[in-house]
């Protein structure tokens, strides 16, 4: 009885051996998945942070571009505010030259009928008819 007792001993001490070692392998295989997971996690860090520098990089050209937008849309409407303005002097002229025009038919139409109105009064001063 006392061999039988010591081969179970032996075959439990084998069995933690290997145990042992088992569990040691997956100890083994946890860090490895572990550090492959933190090597994947850095990874994604890094390119998150290149995303980031490009979308900065993006984000900083689009807002200089809407400045030089915002600046040319302010020339757009100063040249816009100076050329109503020269419409408006340009229409002014145009309707004084108009004015002018029609004060200028009228007294030549007036100067016409100046002379009409004298010629017809010397005639009739000299007793013609007019025909």
Aim: with cysteine; glycine share 4%.
């Amino acid at each position: 009885k006392i061999l039988k007792k010591k081969k179970k001993k032996k075959k439990k001490k084998g069995n933690v051996a290997k145990d042992e070692e088992t569990a040691i392998m997956y100890g083994r295989e946890m860090q490895d998945h572990q550090h492959d997971l933190a090597d994947q996690a850095i990874q994604i860090v890094s390119e998150t942070e290149e995303k980031a520098k490009d979308t900065a990089e993006k984000v900083k050209d689009q807002t200089e571009q809407l400045k030089r937008v915002d600046k040319n849309l302010g020339e757009i409407d100063d040249e816009l505010g100076r050329a109503t303005r020269i419409m408006r002097r340009m229409g002014r002229r145009v309707l004084t030259d108009k004015y002018i025009m029609c004060l200028l038919v009228l007294i030549f139409l007036a100067i016409v009928a100046v002379i009409v109105l004298a010629v017809m009064k010397k005639k009739i001063k000299n007793g013609q008819r007019f025909s």
